[in-house]
Protein backbone atom coordinates (compact mmCIF):
# COMPACT_ATOMS: atom_id res chain seq x y z
CA UNK A 1 0.00 0.00 0.00
CA UNK A 2 1.58 3.56 -0.94
CA UNK A 3 0.06 6.03 1.34
CA UNK A 4 0.26 9.52 0.26
CA UNK A 5 -2.82 12.07 1.10
CA UNK A 6 -4.97 9.56 2.57
CA UNK A 7 -3.37 9.31 6.25
CA UNK A 8 -5.85 7.06 8.06
CA UNK A 9 -7.24 3.39 8.53
CA UNK A 10 -10.65 3.41 8.27
CA UNK A 11 -12.22 4.18 4.89
CA UNK A 12 -9.18 4.22 3.04
CA UNK A 13 -10.26 2.35 0.03
CA UNK A 14 -6.87 1.47 -1.55
CA UNK A 15 -5.83 0.37 1.92
CA UNK A 16 -8.78 -2.02 2.67
CA UNK A 17 -7.87 -3.46 -1.00
CA UNK A 18 -4.44 -4.50 -0.62
CA UNK A 19 -5.30 -5.73 3.12
CA UNK A 20 -8.58 -7.76 1.90
CA UNK A 21 -7.60 -11.39 1.47
CA UNK A 22 -3.80 -10.90 0.98
CA UNK A 23 -1.14 -13.11 3.06
CA UNK A 24 1.42 -10.04 3.88
CA UNK A 25 1.27 -6.26 3.75
CA UNK A 26 2.97 -3.33 4.05
CA UNK A 27 2.43 -0.17 3.80
CA UNK A 28 5.11 2.88 2.76
CA UNK A 29 5.27 6.97 2.28
CA UNK A 30 7.39 8.98 -0.06
CA UNK A 31 8.62 12.06 0.45
CA UNK A 32 9.49 14.20 -1.98
CA UNK A 33 10.81 17.81 -0.73
CA UNK A 34 11.73 19.49 -3.73
CA UNK A 35 8.63 18.58 -6.02
CA UNK A 36 6.76 19.85 -2.55
CA UNK A 37 8.88 22.85 -2.64
CA UNK A 38 8.18 23.44 -5.83
CA UNK A 39 4.33 22.96 -5.66
CA UNK A 40 4.48 25.46 -2.91
CA UNK A 41 4.00 23.49 -0.43
CA UNK A 42 5.08 24.63 3.41
CA UNK A 43 6.11 23.97 5.99
CA UNK A 44 2.86 23.55 7.50
CA UNK A 45 1.41 21.36 5.86
CA UNK A 46 4.52 18.91 5.42
CA UNK A 47 5.05 19.02 9.31
CA UNK A 48 1.03 18.04 9.22
CA UNK A 49 1.37 15.14 6.95
CA UNK A 50 4.51 13.61 8.37
CA UNK A 51 3.09 14.24 12.00
CA UNK A 52 -0.31 12.42 10.68
CA UNK A 53 2.04 10.03 8.83
CA UNK A 54 3.62 8.46 12.31
CA UNK A 55 0.24 8.63 13.89
CA UNK A 56 -0.68 6.27 11.60
CA UNK A 57 2.17 3.74 11.63
CA UNK A 58 1.50 3.49 15.02
CA UNK A 59 -2.17 2.83 14.88
CA UNK A 60 -0.78 0.12 11.84
CA UNK A 61 1.49 -1.58 14.13
CA UNK A 62 -1.70 -2.67 16.38
CA UNK A 63 -2.71 -4.13 13.20
CA UNK A 64 0.71 -5.59 12.24
CA UNK A 65 0.75 -3.53 9.53
CA UNK A 66 4.59 -2.03 8.94
CA UNK A 67 4.79 1.47 7.78
CA UNK A 68 8.33 2.26 5.74
CA UNK A 69 9.33 5.57 4.90
CA UNK A 70 12.06 6.89 2.66
CA UNK A 71 12.77 10.91 1.31
CA UNK A 72 13.57 11.14 -2.54
CA UNK A 73 14.29 14.45 -3.98
CA UNK A 74 11.70 14.50 -6.78
CA UNK A 75 8.64 12.65 -8.63
CA UNK A 76 11.07 12.10 -11.27
CA UNK A 77 12.60 9.50 -8.85
CA UNK A 78 10.02 7.56 -7.87
CA UNK A 79 9.71 5.05 -10.30
CA UNK A 80 13.31 3.42 -10.43
CA UNK A 81 12.65 3.54 -6.55
CA UNK A 82 9.70 1.90 -6.30
CA UNK A 83 10.88 -0.66 -8.78
CA UNK A 84 13.87 -1.33 -6.33
CA UNK A 85 11.91 -2.04 -3.50
CA UNK A 86 8.72 -4.44 -4.99
CA UNK A 87 11.81 -6.32 -6.19
CA UNK A 88 13.40 -6.64 -2.83
CA UNK A 89 10.30 -7.22 -0.65
CA UNK A 90 9.27 -9.52 -3.17
CA UNK A 91 5.67 -7.52 -4.02
CA UNK A 92 3.14 -9.05 -6.32
CA UNK A 93 0.69 -5.64 -6.16
CA UNK A 94 0.82 -2.39 -5.13
CA UNK A 95 -2.47 0.04 -4.18
CA UNK A 96 -2.70 3.54 -3.94
CA UNK A 97 -5.19 6.18 -3.95
CA UNK A 98 -5.31 8.44 -7.09
CA UNK A 99 -4.49 11.79 -7.25
CA UNK A 100 -5.18 14.44 -9.74
CA UNK A 101 -2.95 17.66 -10.05
CA UNK A 102 -1.24 17.27 -13.27
CA UNK A 103 2.18 15.80 -12.21
CA UNK A 104 0.64 13.81 -9.96
CA UNK A 105 -1.22 12.11 -12.46
CA UNK A 106 2.45 11.97 -14.86
CA UNK A 107 3.96 10.07 -11.90
CA UNK A 108 1.33 7.54 -11.77
CA UNK A 109 1.52 6.98 -14.82
CA UNK A 110 4.90 6.04 -14.84
CA UNK A 111 5.00 4.22 -11.78
CA UNK A 112 2.35 1.56 -13.46
CA UNK A 113 4.79 1.49 -16.79
CA UNK A 114 7.85 0.30 -14.52
CA UNK A 115 6.24 -2.08 -12.40
CA UNK A 116 4.18 -3.55 -15.41
CA UNK A 117 7.49 -4.47 -17.02
CA UNK A 118 8.23 -6.71 -13.61
CA UNK A 119 5.08 -8.13 -13.52
CA UNK A 120 3.60 -6.05 -10.59
CA UNK A 121 -0.09 -4.84 -11.00
CA UNK A 122 -0.50 -1.31 -9.57
CA UNK A 123 -4.30 -0.59 -8.46
CA UNK A 124 -5.07 3.32 -7.81
CA UNK A 125 -8.45 3.84 -6.30
CA UNK A 126 -10.74 6.71 -6.13
CA UNK A 127 -10.32 7.96 -2.25
CA UNK A 128 -9.67 11.35 -2.49
CA UNK A 129 -12.76 12.66 -4.50
CA UNK A 130 -16.79 10.70 -3.76
CA UNK A 131 -16.94 9.93 -7.93
CA UNK A 132 -14.13 9.71 -9.97
CA UNK A 133 -13.44 12.91 -11.86
CA UNK A 134 -14.62 12.92 -15.41
CA UNK A 135 -17.28 10.88 -14.81
CA UNK A 136 -19.87 14.28 -14.44
CA UNK A 137 -20.04 15.22 -17.87
CA UNK A 138 -22.27 17.88 -19.76
CA UNK A 139 -24.70 16.61 -22.08
CA UNK A 140 -21.49 17.45 -25.29
CA UNK A 141 -19.51 15.02 -22.90
CA UNK A 142 -17.16 18.19 -21.80
CA UNK A 143 -16.12 18.41 -18.08
CA UNK A 144 -18.48 21.38 -15.75
CA UNK A 145 -17.21 24.84 -15.99
CA UNK A 146 -19.55 26.20 -13.44
CA UNK A 147 -20.42 24.56 -10.14
CA UNK A 148 -24.01 24.70 -10.19
CA UNK A 149 -25.09 22.51 -12.83
CA UNK A 150 -22.23 20.22 -12.09
CA UNK A 151 -24.25 20.01 -8.27
CA UNK A 152 -27.09 19.41 -9.89
CA UNK A 153 -25.95 16.48 -12.01
CA UNK A 154 -24.15 15.19 -9.14
CA UNK A 155 -27.18 15.41 -6.86
CA UNK A 156 -29.54 13.80 -9.85
CA UNK A 157 -26.90 10.63 -10.03
CA UNK A 158 -26.41 10.02 -6.03
CA UNK A 159 -29.67 11.79 -4.29
CA UNK A 160 -30.63 8.12 -3.37
CA UNK A 161 -27.61 6.48 -3.32
CA UNK A 162 -26.69 7.62 0.02
CA UNK A 163 -24.68 3.56 0.54
CA UNK A 164 -22.72 4.32 -2.42
CA UNK A 165 -20.42 6.19 -0.26
CA UNK A 166 -20.88 4.38 3.14
CA UNK A 167 -17.31 4.23 4.49
CA UNK A 168 -15.49 1.30 4.71
CA UNK A 169 -13.78 -0.73 7.42
CA UNK A 170 -10.54 -0.34 8.78
CA UNK A 171 -8.54 -3.09 7.50
CA UNK A 172 -8.25 -6.30 9.16
CA UNK A 173 -5.61 -7.37 12.14
CA UNK A 174 -2.68 -9.57 10.10
CA UNK A 175 -1.02 -12.79 12.01
CA UNK A 176 0.77 -11.96 15.13
CA UNK A 177 3.68 -12.39 13.93
CA UNK A 178 3.52 -10.75 10.54
CA UNK A 179 4.84 -7.43 11.56
CA UNK A 180 8.04 -8.76 12.80
CA UNK A 181 8.14 -10.90 8.83
CA UNK A 182 9.37 -8.06 7.29
CA UNK A 183 12.81 -6.31 7.40
CA UNK A 184 13.65 -3.69 9.07
CA UNK A 185 15.19 -1.35 6.35
CA UNK A 186 15.61 -2.07 2.43
CA UNK A 187 18.66 -1.10 0.38
CA UNK A 188 17.68 1.55 -2.20
CA UNK A 189 20.03 2.99 -4.72
CA UNK A 190 20.54 6.96 -3.85
CA UNK A 191 20.97 9.11 -0.77
CA UNK A 192 18.44 7.57 1.11
CA UNK A 193 17.09 3.95 2.18
CA UNK A 194 13.22 2.44 2.96
CA UNK A 195 13.63 2.51 6.75
CA UNK A 196 10.61 2.24 9.50
CA UNK A 197 11.37 5.70 11.10
CA UNK A 198 9.66 8.80 10.06
CA UNK A 199 11.81 11.94 10.63
CA UNK A 200 10.35 15.68 12.03
CA UNK A 201 11.40 16.99 8.59
CA UNK A 202 12.48 16.53 5.16
CA UNK A 203 14.15 18.55 2.91
CA UNK A 204 15.11 22.11 3.54
CA UNK A 205 11.53 22.14 5.17
CA UNK A 206 11.65 23.89 9.01
CA UNK A 207 10.56 21.93 11.70
CA UNK A 208 6.82 23.72 12.37
CA UNK A 209 5.93 24.31 15.84
CA UNK A 210 3.79 21.98 17.76
CA UNK A 211 5.55 19.06 19.25
CA UNK A 212 5.30 15.44 18.52
CA UNK A 213 1.64 15.32 17.45
CA UNK A 214 0.83 19.03 16.97
CA UNK A 215 1.40 21.53 13.89
CA UNK A 216 0.63 25.06 15.73
CA UNK A 217 -2.85 24.26 17.65
CA UNK A 218 -3.78 21.53 15.41
CA UNK A 219 -3.85 18.23 17.06
CA UNK A 220 -2.57 15.55 14.07
CA UNK A 221 -3.38 12.35 13.43
CA UNK A 222 -6.72 10.09 12.09
CA UNK A 223 -8.33 10.28 15.84
CA UNK A 224 -7.83 13.90 15.94
CA UNK A 225 -10.06 13.62 12.80
CA UNK A 226 -12.48 11.90 14.16
CA UNK A 227 -13.27 13.73 17.14
CA UNK A 228 -13.92 17.04 15.19
CA UNK A 229 -16.29 15.23 12.98
CA UNK A 230 -17.95 14.09 15.87
CA UNK A 231 -18.27 17.44 17.37
CA UNK A 232 -19.04 19.09 14.19
CA UNK A 233 -21.85 16.23 13.83
CA UNK A 234 -23.97 18.52 16.91
CA UNK A 235 -23.88 21.87 15.54
CA UNK A 236 -23.87 21.08 11.60
CA UNK A 237 -28.03 22.16 11.33
CA UNK A 238 -27.12 25.71 12.66
CA UNK A 239 -24.40 25.61 9.85
CA UNK A 240 -25.76 27.92 7.34
CA UNK A 241 -26.50 30.98 9.98
CA UNK A 242 -23.35 30.90 12.09
CA UNK A 243 -20.49 29.60 9.88
CA UNK A 244 -19.58 33.32 8.36
CA UNK A 245 -18.63 34.58 12.06
CA UNK A 246 -14.96 34.34 12.81
CA UNK A 247 -15.34 34.97 16.06
CA UNK A 248 -17.08 32.05 16.62
CA UNK A 249 -15.84 28.16 16.20
CA UNK A 250 -19.19 27.00 13.74
CA UNK A 251 -17.60 25.58 10.98
CA UNK A 252 -16.10 22.26 10.61
CA UNK A 253 -12.79 23.07 10.88
CA UNK A 254 -12.11 19.66 9.13
CA UNK A 255 -10.03 21.08 6.45
CA UNK A 256 -5.99 20.25 7.35
CA UNK A 257 -7.70 16.40 8.39
CA UNK A 258 -9.38 16.12 4.91
CA UNK A 259 -6.45 17.66 2.75
CA UNK A 260 -3.63 15.19 4.48
CA UNK A 261 -6.51 12.07 4.46
CA UNK A 262 -6.78 11.79 8.38
CA UNK A 263 -10.98 12.43 7.55
CA UNK A 264 -12.09 10.79 4.38
CA UNK A 265 -14.72 12.76 2.40
CA UNK A 266 -16.80 10.02 2.89
CA UNK A 267 -17.41 10.00 6.56
CA UNK A 268 -18.32 13.32 5.85
CA UNK A 269 -21.13 12.76 3.59
CA UNK A 270 -22.29 10.06 5.43
CA UNK A 271 -22.42 12.22 8.91
CA UNK A 272 -24.20 15.32 6.64
CA UNK A 273 -26.64 12.93 5.17
CA UNK A 274 -28.09 11.38 8.37
CA UNK A 275 -28.42 14.84 9.63
CA UNK A 276 -30.47 15.54 6.37
CA UNK A 277 -32.78 12.40 6.43
CA UNK A 278 -30.69 10.53 4.13
CA UNK A 279 -31.06 13.48 1.34
CA UNK A 280 -28.49 15.72 -0.67
CA UNK A 281 -31.04 18.16 -0.19
CA UNK A 282 -33.09 17.58 3.18
CA UNK A 283 -34.75 19.26 6.01
CA UNK A 284 -31.72 20.62 7.57
CA UNK A 285 -30.30 23.46 6.19
CA UNK A 286 -27.68 23.46 8.03
CA UNK A 287 -26.50 20.34 6.09
CA UNK A 288 -27.43 21.31 2.79
CA UNK A 289 -24.91 24.01 2.79
CA UNK A 290 -22.47 21.73 4.15
CA UNK A 291 -22.99 18.82 1.67
CA UNK A 292 -22.50 21.77 -0.94
CA UNK A 293 -19.22 23.29 0.28
CA UNK A 294 -18.25 18.88 -0.06
CA UNK A 295 -18.84 19.31 -3.23
CA UNK A 296 -17.26 22.66 -4.15
CA UNK A 297 -14.29 20.52 -3.03
CA UNK A 298 -15.04 18.31 -5.18
CA UNK A 299 -15.88 20.07 -8.16
CA UNK A 300 -12.06 21.77 -7.76
CA UNK A 301 -10.73 18.23 -7.84
CA UNK A 302 -12.44 17.42 -10.93
CA UNK A 303 -11.04 20.85 -12.66
CA UNK A 304 -7.56 19.96 -12.43
CA UNK A 305 -8.04 16.80 -14.92
CA UNK A 306 -10.89 18.05 -16.63
CA UNK A 307 -8.63 21.68 -17.44
CA UNK A 308 -4.92 21.30 -16.26
CA UNK A 309 -4.03 24.57 -17.27
CA UNK A 310 -4.62 25.84 -14.21
CA UNK A 311 -1.76 22.96 -12.75
CA UNK A 312 0.24 25.30 -14.80
CA UNK A 313 0.23 28.18 -13.20
CA UNK A 314 -2.37 29.53 -15.81
CA UNK A 315 -5.66 31.62 -15.32
CA UNK A 316 -9.16 29.59 -16.37
CA UNK A 317 -9.93 32.25 -18.27
CA UNK A 318 -7.45 33.07 -21.26
CA UNK A 319 -8.47 36.70 -21.53
CA UNK A 320 -7.25 37.42 -18.18
CA UNK A 321 -3.63 36.68 -18.66
CA UNK A 322 -3.93 40.14 -20.12
CA UNK A 323 -4.64 41.77 -16.62
CA UNK A 324 -2.11 44.57 -15.95
CA UNK A 325 -1.39 43.98 -12.45
CA UNK A 326 0.23 46.49 -10.58
CA UNK A 327 2.43 43.88 -8.55
CA UNK A 328 3.29 46.53 -6.14
CA UNK A 329 6.06 44.42 -3.56
CA UNK A 330 5.70 46.74 -0.71
CA UNK A 331 1.73 46.24 -0.82
CA UNK A 332 2.25 42.68 -0.94
CA UNK A 333 4.20 42.71 1.87
CA UNK A 334 2.13 44.42 3.60
CA UNK A 335 -0.43 42.55 3.11
CA UNK A 336 1.18 39.21 4.36
CA UNK A 337 2.21 41.07 7.34
CA UNK A 338 -1.15 41.97 8.43
CA UNK A 339 -0.18 45.68 8.55
CA UNK A 340 -2.41 47.12 5.35
CA UNK A 341 -4.46 49.54 7.81
CA UNK A 342 -7.66 47.64 7.20
CA UNK A 343 -8.43 45.88 10.74
CA UNK A 344 -10.43 42.90 9.36
CA UNK A 345 -7.74 42.36 6.53
CA UNK A 346 -5.05 42.38 9.07
CA UNK A 347 -6.48 40.34 11.26
CA UNK A 348 -7.15 37.42 8.83
CA UNK A 349 -3.41 37.61 8.01
CA UNK A 350 -1.95 37.68 10.91
CA UNK A 351 -4.51 34.45 11.65
CA UNK A 352 -2.82 32.73 8.62
CA UNK A 353 0.26 33.29 9.98
CA UNK A 354 0.06 32.01 13.58
CA UNK A 355 -2.63 29.22 13.38
CA UNK A 356 -1.84 28.26 9.91
CA UNK A 357 -5.52 28.01 9.09
CA UNK A 358 -7.72 30.95 7.83
CA UNK A 359 -12.01 31.32 8.23
CA UNK A 360 -13.23 30.69 4.79
CA UNK A 361 -15.18 34.10 4.44
CA UNK A 362 -12.00 35.78 5.55
CA UNK A 363 -10.40 33.65 2.72
CA UNK A 364 -12.40 35.74 0.06
CA UNK A 365 -12.26 38.82 1.61
CA UNK A 366 -8.32 38.82 2.05
CA UNK A 367 -8.40 37.67 -1.84
CA UNK A 368 -10.75 40.40 -3.18
CA UNK A 369 -8.25 42.97 -1.06
CA UNK A 370 -5.24 41.78 -2.80
CA UNK A 371 -6.45 40.92 -6.39
CA UNK A 372 -8.99 43.54 -6.71
CA UNK A 373 -7.99 46.63 -4.26
CA UNK A 374 -4.29 46.10 -3.97
CA UNK A 375 -5.11 44.58 -8.24
CA UNK A 376 -1.67 42.22 -7.28
CA UNK A 377 -1.72 38.80 -9.07
CA UNK A 378 -3.66 36.43 -7.39
CA UNK A 379 -0.69 33.74 -8.20
CA UNK A 380 1.15 35.50 -5.21
CA UNK A 381 -1.63 35.17 -2.51
CA UNK A 382 -2.03 31.62 -3.92
CA UNK A 383 1.41 30.87 -3.62
CA UNK A 384 1.47 32.67 0.26
CA UNK A 385 -1.40 30.72 1.14
CA UNK A 386 0.06 27.40 0.34
CA UNK A 387 3.27 28.13 2.27
CA UNK A 388 1.41 28.72 5.50
CA UNK A 389 -1.86 27.01 5.34
CA UNK A 390 -1.78 23.41 7.35
CA UNK A 391 -4.75 22.38 4.78
CA UNK A 392 -2.96 23.96 1.92
CA UNK A 393 -4.60 21.41 -0.94
CA UNK A 394 -3.92 22.96 -4.93
CA UNK A 395 -7.46 22.00 -6.34
CA UNK A 396 -9.30 23.97 -3.44
CA UNK A 397 -6.85 26.77 -2.94
CA UNK A 398 -6.07 27.11 -6.61
CA UNK A 399 -10.44 27.13 -7.21
CA UNK A 400 -10.84 29.67 -4.37
CA UNK A 401 -7.96 32.43 -5.81
CA UNK A 402 -9.21 32.73 -8.93
CA UNK A 403 -12.70 32.80 -8.00
CA UNK A 404 -12.00 35.57 -5.68
CA UNK A 405 -9.68 37.41 -9.04
CA UNK A 406 -12.60 36.59 -11.20
CA UNK A 407 -9.75 34.56 -13.64
CA UNK A 408 -11.56 31.13 -12.83
CA UNK A 409 -14.38 28.80 -13.68
CA UNK A 410 -17.74 30.13 -12.13
CA UNK A 411 -15.50 33.55 -11.49
CA UNK A 412 -17.42 35.95 -8.98
CA UNK A 413 -18.23 38.88 -11.82
CA UNK A 414 -15.07 41.21 -12.05
CA UNK A 415 -17.27 44.28 -10.62
CA UNK A 416 -17.99 42.04 -7.20
CA UNK A 417 -15.34 43.72 -5.58
CA UNK A 418 -15.58 42.50 -1.43
CA UNK A 419 -16.02 45.61 0.74
CA UNK A 420 -13.90 44.66 3.57
CA UNK A 421 -15.73 47.46 6.23
CA UNK A 422 -18.98 46.53 5.45
CA UNK A 423 -17.74 42.80 5.75
CA UNK A 424 -16.23 43.67 9.03
CA UNK A 425 -19.12 45.21 10.43
CA UNK A 426 -21.81 42.79 9.26
CA UNK A 427 -19.67 39.90 10.27
CA UNK A 428 -17.64 40.89 13.31
CA UNK A 429 -19.72 43.64 14.44
CA UNK A 430 -18.73 43.81 18.09
CA UNK A 431 -15.10 43.34 17.01
CA UNK A 432 -14.25 40.56 18.87
CA UNK A 433 -12.11 39.02 15.73
CA UNK A 434 -10.18 41.62 15.21
CA UNK A 435 -9.38 42.61 19.25
CA UNK A 436 -8.18 39.33 18.76
CA UNK A 437 -5.33 39.33 16.35
CA UNK A 438 -5.06 43.40 16.60
CA UNK A 439 -4.43 44.06 20.04
CA UNK A 440 -3.59 47.12 18.78
CA UNK A 441 -6.86 48.46 18.38
CA UNK A 442 -8.71 46.44 21.11
CA UNK A 443 -9.42 49.47 23.00
CA UNK A 444 -11.57 51.06 19.80
CA UNK A 445 -14.95 51.08 20.53
CA UNK A 446 -17.34 48.44 18.47
CA UNK A 447 -17.78 51.47 16.00
CA UNK A 448 -14.23 52.70 15.49
CA UNK A 449 -12.23 49.06 15.17
CA UNK A 450 -13.80 48.67 11.83
CA UNK A 451 -12.35 51.71 10.52
CA UNK A 452 -10.51 53.28 13.33
CA UNK A 453 -10.17 57.55 13.38
CA UNK A 454 -7.49 58.85 11.64
CA UNK A 455 -5.28 60.45 14.13
CA UNK A 456 -4.79 56.37 15.26
CA UNK A 457 -2.98 55.81 12.58
CA UNK A 458 0.86 56.00 12.46
CA UNK A 459 3.85 53.30 11.32
CA UNK A 460 4.50 52.30 15.17
CA UNK A 461 0.74 52.18 16.13
CA UNK A 462 -1.30 50.88 13.72
CA UNK A 463 -0.63 51.68 9.97
CA UNK A 464 -2.81 53.92 8.05
CA UNK A 465 -5.12 51.82 5.24
CA UNK A 466 -3.25 51.16 2.37
CA UNK A 467 -5.53 52.27 -0.52
CA UNK A 468 -8.63 54.20 -0.65
CA UNK A 469 -11.61 51.07 -0.61
CA UNK A 470 -13.86 52.85 -3.30
CA UNK A 471 -10.91 54.49 -5.26
CA UNK A 472 -9.00 50.88 -6.13
CA UNK A 473 -12.57 48.97 -6.26
CA UNK A 474 -13.56 51.98 -9.10
CA UNK A 475 -9.76 51.05 -10.62
CA UNK A 476 -10.41 47.34 -10.73
CA UNK A 477 -13.57 47.59 -12.56
CA UNK A 478 -11.92 49.80 -15.00
CA UNK A 479 -9.23 47.11 -15.44
CA UNK A 480 -11.40 44.73 -15.76
CA UNK A 481 -13.42 46.06 -18.27
CA UNK A 482 -11.31 47.03 -20.64
CA UNK A 483 -10.57 43.21 -21.14
CA UNK A 484 -13.84 43.21 -22.88
CA UNK A 485 -13.62 46.00 -24.87
Known amino acids: MWLR ?7 NTALYRAARGCKALAAFFIACPETWRSHGDGDNVV ?100 FTPFKRAFIAQHDNSGEAFSPLPAPRALG ?51 RLLAAFADKVDDYDRLRDFPAQENTSRLSPYLNCGAVSVRQCVKMALEANG ?15 ELLWREFYQHLVVNFPRVCRNKPFKPETEKVPWSNREEDFKRWCEGRTGVPIVDAAMRQLNQTGWMHNRLRMVVASFLTKNLLTDWRKGERYFMQQLVDADFAANNGGWQWAASTGTDAAPYFRVFNPYSQSKRYDAEGAFIRQYVPELASLSDRDIHCPPQDLFSEENYPPPICDVTDSRKRAIEVFANLKS
Open 47 to 146: AMRLRSLRQLQSALAKKQIPLYFIELAQFADVPAALAQIVEKLQVDALYANAEYPVNELARDQAVRQHLKAQGVPVEYSTDRTLVPPGSLTTGSGDGFKV
Open 176 to 226: ADHEAQWPEWIAVDGPNNLVRTIPDTVGDYGVAPGGEKQVLDWTAGEAAGA
Open 278 to 292: GRWVGASDGANTWLS
Open 5 to 11: NDLRMAD
